[in-house]
C-alpha cells in the first residue's frame, strides 16, 4: 500500500456542496427536526459551522497558490500622464548692429507648453528561485488545506453519529432511572403499609425511603445530561433535535473487517487525510527553506516597454521674439535585468535559519501526528474487539439481574428475603440495563471511530448504521 493514497481534486466548493446535496437526497428537505442519523447528519451538512471553516480554508489555499503563480506570468502595465508648463526666464545678450559694435541688452522669455507620456510595458521573471520556491510551497500549502477539509467532512460524520447515540444512551438511562425511581416508590409503598400493620420493621421504611430519595435525584440528574447533550447535538446541526430513531436489538456482534489491527494501521498511515495535510505541511516548510536560500541567488527578468511622448504649445519670445514648436516622439526598449545581492544586513541568513527551524518544526508535528494516528487506529480497533464482547456479557448480566431479582422479590414476599436484598436486586438489574445500553451504543460509535482513523470514514459508513435503527 503506497504511503499517499488521499485524493487529489481540485476543489471546487459550490459544486462539491452541490453534488453531495444530491447524493443524500437534500433538494427540497427541511425537516424541522433530525428522525434518524441521516437526517442529523444532512442537517449538520447544511449549516455545521466547522466544516464551513475547513471549507473557507481550502478556497484560502487555493487561492494562495494562484497568487504565487501570478508572480511568475507576464505582467503588464500602462501608463499615461500629462503635464501643463508655464515659464519665464529673463537675463543679458550681446548682440551686434550692423557695424558690429556689440551692445547688451536685457532678455525675458516666456514659456509654456503641454505635453503628455504614453506608456506600456511588459517584464516576465525569466530566473527567480525564491518565487518559484514560494509557488511550491502555496501549492503544497493548498493540498494541505484542501486534505483538512475532507478529514472535517469525515469528522463531521463521527460528531454527528456521537452526538446521535449520546442522546440516545442518555434517553435510555432516564428511562431506566425512572423506572428505577416508580419500583423504589413501590417499594417504599409496601415497606410504609407493612410497617402501619406491625409486619415490617421501620428499618425497611428507612432504607426503601433512601434508595428512593437517591433515585429521585439520579433522575434530576439524567434530565439535566440529557438537556445538554441534546443542545449540543442542537449546535452542530442547527437544528431542535426531535424523537430520535432507536437501535435495533438485533445488532450484528461482528469483529472489524479486515480482522487485523496491522492492517488497519497501515491504511490510516497512508490514507489519514489529516496525516496527509501535515506531509503536505512539511513539503511546504522545505520549498520555505529553498526560497529563503534563494535570497543570495541572482534574478534574471525580461522587459519590453513602448512609450509615445507629444508636446505642443511652446511659446517664447525675446525682443526679436520665438518661434512656436510642436514635437513628437516614440520608442521600444527592449532589455534584461539581472539584480544580484550583495548585502542585506544578515536578514537573508536570519531568514534561512528561521525557514530551516519551520522546517524541522513541521518535521516534529508529523511525526507526532503520525504516533497518533497509529495509537488512535489500534484503540479504535480494541475497541471493537473488546466492545463485542462487553455487549455479550452485558447482555448476559441483564438476563442474569432479572432472574436474581425475581427471585429475591419472591424471597421477599415470603419473608426469606429483605427489603435490602430486595433493593440491592433491584437496582443490580437496572445498573446492568444501562450498560447494556451504554456497550451497544459505544460499538457502533468505535465502529465509526475505526473507520475515521484509518481514513477511510464516508457517508456509506453512516447509512449503513442508520439502517440498524428503527
Known sequence: MTERTVSRRRFVPRACALAVMAVLGLAGATTAHAEDLMDAYRQALQ???????????????????????????????????FNDSHGISSGTQVFYDKNGTPTLEDTSVHTGGRSRTESVGLTQVLFDLGQFSTWRASKASARAAEAQYTAAEQNLILRVAQAYFTVLSDEEQLKYAEANEKALQKQLDQAQAKYDVGFAAITDVVDAKAQHDTAIANVISVKNQVFNDRQAFAQITGQPVGTLETLTDKMPLTPPQPDDMQEWVNTALASNPSLQAQRDQREAAQHDVTAAYAGHLPTLDASVSYSRNPSWGGVG???????????????TTVGLVLSVPLFAGGGIHARVKQAIAQRDQASDVLEQDRRTVVTNTRSAFNAIEAGVSSVQAQKAAVESSKTALDATQAGYQIGTRTIVDLLIAQQNYFQAQSAYSRARHALVVNRLNLEFAAGTLSVKDLEAVNRLLQ
Open 47 to 81: 449549516s455545521d459551522p466547522v466544516l464551513k471553516q475547513a471549507e473557507a480554508q481550502s478556497r484560502i489555499g487555493e487561492a494562495g497558490a494562484e497568487i504565487s503563480r501570478s508572480v511568475l506570468l507576464p505582467q503588464i502595465d500602462g501608463q499615461v500622464s
Open 317 to 331: 519670445f525675446t525682443t526679436s521674439g520665438v518661434p512656436r514648436g510642436d514635437s513628437r516622439s516614440s520608442g
